[in-house]
Structure formats: structure tokens, C-alpha cells
């Protein structure tokens, strides 16, 4: 059973760092073609991925937060983790860990609940 | 960027409808269009890959079409766990991964 789950802090004050970790189980990001995106949703908004890791340890990112993120992975503890530099309130939103079996056909099989950041003073 | 355009945003109808979503791709993706639903406190789960594909477990209910630029979801006999939120995504060219807007499927 593919499991997925983020955890991090639920509010960050504007200019600190977040980090949020991705835990799952039920497959190992070592095999081939296996990847994990993070993806975001501000409240009331659209989903905006963020960012992606495979099991070559390749990385992409979003175009206009590439400067900003860092995603890597831990493949002995089943992580994935992402940290995002300069915080702004309009960074607010649930952010989403997921699973795709292919990287070259990343849909996205399996996600997380969710995690809800806040960034306020 | 691949922009996607779903509509209608919103969407009232009743248990037993058919309804059809329509997901409108800024250039063609081909076939690398899939769907989620998305409920609230849930995570999205995925229904259609390939445009058309159904994945391990979604209803036969659930029927995707489509290609190049423009793209449907179809479900039929509208039962009460259909209600929420679906959109769409392409995969045909990333990065970077893109999301429609989605379209809030209610009760009438």
C-alpha cells in the first residue's frame, strides 16, 4: 500500500525558511522511473507544482520559484524534502507531497493529505 | 508554460445526471492529460491518464476524451461521492507540471 504523508511547521514568520519533509512507504524511490513532486495550493486557488526529485537523484523545478527551492531525498528513510527560502504570506496554502511511477508520464498516483502552511508575523 | 483552461468553474447538478467537464489545453499536450478529484480535507486522487485511461479502481462512471487542446471528463449517473472538485493536469511538457483551475462539481 503506497502511503504519503508532509509534515512541517504550520506557520512561519515572512523571511524564514520552511522545510517540509515528505514521508511515505509502499515503494522506494530508488527504483527506476520513480518520483515525488511537491505541489501547492493557496486558499481559494489553483494547484502549482513545485517541484520534482527521481530516482536518479534528477531535480526540477517551477520556473518562477526555482531560486528559492531546494528539493532532495533521503532514500534509506523513505523522505523527500523540500525547503523554500524567503517566505512571503502569499506562500500560505496546503502544500502536497505525490508519487509518479514514470518520469516520463508524471501523473501523479498517489499524494498526501496536505499540510497547511501559514506565513504570518 | 502549458496553460489549462477548465470550465465551467462551477457546476449545480443532480444525483443520476450525467454531467461532461471540459479542460482546454494553450497548445496541444497530445494525450498527456489526466484528471483528479479533490475532496475537501482529502487527497486528490487520480481518475483518468492518457486523456482516457482510467486508473486502478475509478468507476467505469468515470470516461476521459480528448486530444491535443481540448479535453473532457464525463460522469455518468451522478452518485453523492462525486460531488467535489476536479481537475485537470498535462504532463506533456515539463517542467514545469500544470494544473487547471478546476471545476466544483455541487448539488442542485
Known amino acids: 500500500q503506497v502511503t504519503l504523508k508532509e509534515s512541517g511547521p504550520a506557520l512561519v514568520k515572512p523571511t524564514q525558511t520552511l522545510t517540509l519533509t515528505c514521508t511515505f512507504s509502499g515503494f522506494s524511490l530508488s527504483t527506476s522511473g520513480v518520483c515525488v513532486s511537491w505541489i501547492r495550493q493557496p486558499p481559494g486557488k489553483a494547484l502549482e507544482w513545485l517541484a520534482l526529485?527521481?530516482?536518479?537523484?534528477?531535480?526540477y523545478y517551477s520556473t518562477s520559484l526555482k531560486t528559492r527551492l531546494t528539493i532532495s531525498k533521503d532514500t534509506s528513510k523513505n523522505q523527500v524534502v523540500l525547503t523554500m527560502t524567503n517566505m512571503d504570506p502569499v506562500d500560505t496554502g496546503t502544500y502536497y507531497c505525490?508519487?509518479?511511477?514514470?518520469?516520463?508520464?508524471?501523473?501523479?498516483?498517489?499524494w498526501g493529505q496536505g499540510t497547511l502552511v501559514t506565513v504570518s508575523s | 508554460e502549458i496553460v489549462l483552461t477548465q470550465s465551467p468553474a462551477t457546476l449545480s447538478v443532480s444525483p443520476g445526471e450525467t454531467v461532461t467537464l471540459s479542460c482546454r489545453a494553450s497548445q496541444s499536450v497530445v494525450y498527456n492529460l489526466a484528471w483528479y478529484q479533490h475532496k475537501p480535507g482529502q487527497a486528490p486522487r487520480l481518475l483518468i491518464y492518457?486523456?482516457?485511461t482510467r486508473a486502478t479502481g475509478i468507476p467505469a462512471r468515470f470516461s476521459g476524451g480528448g486530444s491535443g487542446t481540448e479535453f473532457t471528463l464525463t460522469i455518468s449517473s451522478l452518485q453523492s461521492e462525486d460531488f467535489a472538485v476536479y481537475f485537470c493536469q498535462q504532463y506533456d511538457k515539463w517542467p514545469p507540471v500544470t494544473f487547471g483551475q478546476g471545476t466544483k462539481l455541487q448539488i442542485k
Open positions: 505525490a508519487r509518479s511511477r514514470d518520469t516520463a508520464m508524471v501523473t501523479l498516483d498517489y
Open positions: 526529485i527521481d530516482w536518479n537523484d534528477d531535480k
Open positions: 492518457g486523456a482516457s
